[in-house]
């Protein structure tokens, strides 16, 4: 394409032997330079993306799912091959000697299978709630370290969770539904049928509406104030397989199509379609200034414009799918792959 630069990393990590499914960054100040990998070797490893340094590995056992930060609570979720959850307080990796300390964690059972997704509570310091492959959502009292109630109704994987206003929350499942519950009470207010595919993602617009993500080329924007279906996004050829909601409310769509979408709720068609991937579209993640990043099977990271929908440069090191990818901020993000490989960049 014209105007597109290709880049090369200024780093590669090469300690994990599976495919790198999520990577956070624990702090948000330019000057940490602490990101966490998780892999489905069961690994989580701390690294110092600064430095270039592998500092440790964190554990072994964990489940191949994602990793969860909650930042009001100042804790990390890290989901467990045993189906349980480990919490580990944040504050521990700001320790100048990570290589030799020992964690602490709080190791939370409830769950019958691995969880899938977790929440923290906008103006709660004290619950989380996670969801799971054992068809409920968990209400935990972080304090006491305990289950407080369990959310019961679905017939199959509840895939996400996400706060409507306080004490309500909405949750997706594979059973083809999305259900609304008082979480004081536990009770399930209302049960909106999606289609007929699994529900893998929800998100949330504004306050009266929320878009889905399911096992189809479509994407679905209801109105949580009475149920309804107001819209349904249709352009892609294949699956949508990422989802995004932007910080100026637009929705973004990565598909099996190779193509990338911009929506606005508002409309009934596409602003625009990214176009250059030669594969899937597996991840997605904004950078400042009306800008994204994406990860493909094309086993490339591409850097996009979304004013005019044009890439900016392809980032290639690769050797297989790149499945995650995170903005670390001043103009530096990194990309786990299929092969265990994170990769640090720089925009230019």
């Not at 990101?35 to 690294?47: A, C, H, M, W």
């Not at 306080?166 to 997706?172: A, G, L, P, Y």
């Not at 083809?176 to 909106?192: A, D, F, H, M, R």
Request: charged share 25%.
């Amino acid at each position: 394409m014209e105007n597109e630069k290709v880049n090369k990393p200024l780093h590669t990590f090469e300690n994990d032997e599976g495919t790198i499914v999520s990577l956070i960054k624990p702090f948000s100040t330019s000057t940490s330079s602490i990101i966490l990998s998780l892999s489905i070797d069961k690994k989580v490893n701390i690294f110092n993306f600064k430095e270039y340094k592998l500092i440790k590995e964190l554990c072994n056992d964990a489940a191949p799912t994602k990793l969860f930060l909650l930042n009001k609570l100042n804790n990390i979720i890290i989901p467990k091959w045993d189906n349980s959850f480990s919490l580990i307080n944040i504050n521990e990796l700001k320790d100048k000697n990570l290589e030799e300390k020992n964690f602490n964690f709080d190791n939370y059972i409830g769950h019958e299978s691995w969880i899938l997704d977790a929440i923290e509570l906008k103006n709660n310091k004290k619950n989380f709630i996670t969801c799971g492959r054992d068809y409920t959502i968990q209400i935990w009292d972080l304090i006491n370290k305990k289950c407080e109630k369990k959310l019961e109704g679905h017939s199959d994987n509840v895939n996400s969770i996400r706060e409507l206003e306080e004490n309500k929350i909405i949750s997706s499942s594979s059973d083809l539904t999305l259900k609304i519950w008082n979480i004081n009470s536990g009770e399930c207010l209302s049960t909106i049928i999606d289609g007929e595919f699994p529900v893998f993602q929800i998100e949330k617009i504004n306050s009266n509406c929320i878009v889905t993500r399911n096992e189809s080329p479509i994407m679905s924007i209801w109105n949580i104030n009475n149920n309804t279906l107001e819209k349904k996004l249709i352009s892609h050829f294949t699956n949508v397989i990422c989802m995004l909601i932007l910080s100026n409310k637009k929705i973004v769509s990565g598909s099996y199509d190779h193509t990338i979408k911009i929506w606005d709720e508002k409309k009934d068609k596409e602003e625009g379609t990214l176009i250059g991937h030669k594969f899937t579209v597996f991840c997605l993640c904004e950078v400042e200034g009306n800008k994204l990043l994406s990860g493909s099977g094309d086993k490339s990271v591409k850097f996009w414009d979304l004013k005019n929908f044009k890439c900016l440069g392809t980032f290639v090191n690769h050797t297989n799918y790149v499945f995650s990818i995170l903005n670390l901020g001043n103009k530096i993000f990194c990309s786990g792959d299929y092969d265990g490989k994170v990769n640090i960049w720089k925009l230019n």
